[in-house]
Structures are given as structure tokens and as C-alpha cells.
């Protein structure tokens, strides 16, 4: 039997790079797995035909979540659907670069929602079943960014971090129900946005690496599996960034 056949699995921003490695690896471990985008159906929908093509089931469901009733409606469809959610994986993430000074109200608020008001969203739905049915993975995507900072992503690296404090938070409260909740802070990991850049600043960037390559988005898929096979550890953050930022 596959590591996590029949359960049932959220991936949030599901549809491209990091978030697609993760729906894809817990199809290949047996989950049914839901893709949740907001633009890219198309890439969605790639990522749902590839899923099933290996025996596994995925479907893919538009929401926007980072406003909170579009979030309680596409949670409490996938518990319609499927009765339950055993993994919540708080993928979903956006940048809007720019120096403090020049940065609006608009950008700010944006990445704050999207990338942190998002996990409030899906877990004030999505946990009342984890803890009815004593069992649930909740497993948040910060970033390096947000452990050691980043020039122009004030917004990015609060979001992050801002995540890690929830995660410990919630960790706490749901210790005793069944419920683990951990984060995982990737580094520079190969996703189109990263690869695009100038050769001139992602050679720099590599430079600063202890292992001097990016990181797979397959190695943080692979984080989110051991993360759901372990029973004895919440309230944590997985590391994946190559040595780039040791804690």
C-alpha cells in the first residue's frame, strides 16, 4: 500500500512549481489530492490529467483565498465531495517586490492576504474535521525570506514569518486533537520565477548557497511526505534551502 493511500489532500496554488511537485508527489504516494488555483486552470488542469494518468484521483477547484467566504466555500466543497480533509498543504503564495519607500498599500496588503491571511482561511474551515476525526497534516510553506529577510520584500518576509509564528500557534492548540501543524522554509528552489532571472543575479544567488546549486521543487515535495508520515513532530520548521540560512 502507498504511504498515503486514502487520504484526502489540499494543496493550495496547487496549479504551477512548487505547489504542482507537492500535488503530484502525494498522488504518486496515494492521496486523492484537490489543486486549488486561482488563474492557471489550464496549468491545473495539466496537473490533474497527470495525476490521474498514474491511478491516483485529483481534481482541480478555482477560489480565490485570499478573501475568506470564496476560501469557506471551496473547503466546505471539497468536504461535500470527500467527507473530510486529512492534509491541508498552505501553498499559495505571491511576490510584489519593492523597496519600502516605494512600496503601496495595495502591494502590501495583496502579499499579506495571499500569502498569510490564506492559511487562516483554509484552516478555519478545514480543521474542525481534522480534530472530529483525530487525525490531520497542516503544513505551511514560509520561506527563507522570511527567517533571514530580503531587500524589497518587507511584505514577502512578514507574510513568511508570519506564517512560522501561526504555525507554532496553531501546533499548540491542536497538539492534543490528533493534529500536527509545520511549516516548511524553502530557498531558492528552480521554479520558472526563479530561473527567469538575469544569468548575472542567479549566479550571484547560487554563489551564497553552501551546496552552490537551487534547490527541486521536488525536494520540498518531498519535505511535505515525510512531514505527513510523522506522527511525533509539530510546531516545527523544515529547512530545505541548501545551507543557505542555518537555525
Given at each position: 500500500?502507498?504511504?498515503?493511500?486514502?487520504?484526502?489532500?489540499?494543496?493550495?496554488?496547487?496549479?504551477?512549481?512548487?505547489?504542482?511537485?507537492?500535488?503530484?508527489?502525494?498522488?504518486?504516494?496515494?492521496?486523492?489530492?484537490?489543486?486549488?488555483?486561482?488563474?492557471?486552470?489550464?496549468?491545473?488542469?495539466?496537473?490533474?490529467?497527470?495525476?490521474?494518468?498514474?491511478?491516483?484521483?485529483?481534481?482541480?477547484?478555482?477560489?480565490?483565498?485570499?478573501?475568506?467566504?470564496?476560501?469557506?466555500?471551496?473547503i466546505e466543497n471539497v468536504l461535500e465531495k470527500f467527507g473530510r480533509v486529512d492534509i491541508l498543504v498552505n501553498n499559495a503564495g505571491i511576490t510584489r517586490d519593492r523597496s519600502f519607500r516605494k512600496m503601496s498599500y495595495e502591494e502590501w496588503n495583496k502579499v499579506i492576504?495571499?500569502?498569510?491571511?490564506?492559511?487562516?482561511?483554509?484552516?478555519?474551515?478545514?480543521?474542525?474535521?481534522?480534530?472530529?476525526?483525530?487525525?490531520?497534516?497542516?503544513?505551511?510553506?514560509?520561506?527563507?525570506?522570511?527567517?533571514?529577510?530580503?531587500?524589497?520584500?518587507?511584505?514577502?518576509?512578514?507574510?513568511?514569518?508570519?506564517?512560522?509564528?501561526?504555525?507554532?500557534?496553531?501546533?499548540?492548540?491542536?497538539?492534543?486533537?490528533?493534529?500536527?501543524?509545520?511549516?516548511?522554509?524553502?530557498?531558492?528552489?528552480?521554479?520558472?520565477?526563479?530561473?527567469?532571472?538575469?544569468?548575472?543575479?542567479?549566479?550571484?544567488?547560487?554563489?551564497?548557497?553552501?551546496?552552490?546549486?537551487?534547490?527541486?521543487?521536488?525536494?520540498?515535495?518531498?519535505?511535505?511526505?515525510?512531514?505527513?508520515?510523522?506522527?511525533?513532530?509539530?510546531?516545527?520548521?523544515?529547512?530545505?534551502?541548501?545551507?543557505?540560512?542555518?537555525?
Amino acid at each position: 500500500m502507498k504511504k498515503l493511500e486514502g487520504k484526502i489532500a489540499v494543496v493550495t496554488g496547487g496549479s504551477r512549481g512548487i505547489g504542482a511537485a507537492i500535488a503530484k508527489e502525494l498522488g504518486r504516494e496515494g492521496a486523492t489530492v484537490v489543486i486549488n488555483y486561482n488563474h492557471s486552470q489550464v496549468h491545473a488542469q495539466a496537473v490533474v490529467e497527470e495525476i490521474n494518468s498514474t491511478g491516483s484521483t485529483a481534481i482541480a477547484i478555482q477560489a480565490d483565498i485570499s478573501e475568506a467566504e470564496p476560501t469557506k466555500l471551496f473547503i466546505e466543497n471539497v468536504l461535500e465531495k470527500f467527507g473530510r480533509v486529512d492534509i491541508l498543504v498552505n501553498n499559495a503564495g505571491i511576490t510584489r517586490d519593492r523597496s519600502f519607500r516605494k512600496m503601496s498599500y495595495e502591494e502590501w496588503n495583496k502579499v499579506i492576504d495571499t500569502n498569510l491571511s490564506s492559511a487562516f482561511n483554509t484552516c478555519k474551515i478545514a480543521l474542525p474535521s481534522m480534530l472530529e476525526n483525530k487525525y490531520g497534516r497542516i503544513i505551511n510553506i514560509s520561506s527563507v525570506i522570511g527567517q533571514s529577510g530580503g531587500f524589497g520584500q518587507s511584505n514577502y518576509a512578514a507574510a513568511k514569518a508570519g506564517l512560522v509564528g501561526f504555525t507554532k500557534s496553531l501546533a499548540l492548540e491542536t497538539a492534543r486533537g490528533g493534529v500536527t501543524v509545520n511549516a516548511i522554509c524553502p530557498g531558492f528552489i528552480a521554479t520558472d520565477m526563479v530561473v527567469a532571472m538575469p544569468d548575472t543575479v542567479l549566479e550571484a544567488i547560487v554563489a551564497q548557497i553552501p551546496m552552490k546549486k537551487l534547490g527541486k521543487p521536488e525536494d520540498i515535495a518531498k519535505g511535505v511526505i515525510f512531514i505527513c508520515e510523522c506522527e511525533y513532530m509539530t510546531g516545527q520548521s523544515l529547512n530545505l534551502n541548501g545551507g543557505l540560512y542555518m537555525m
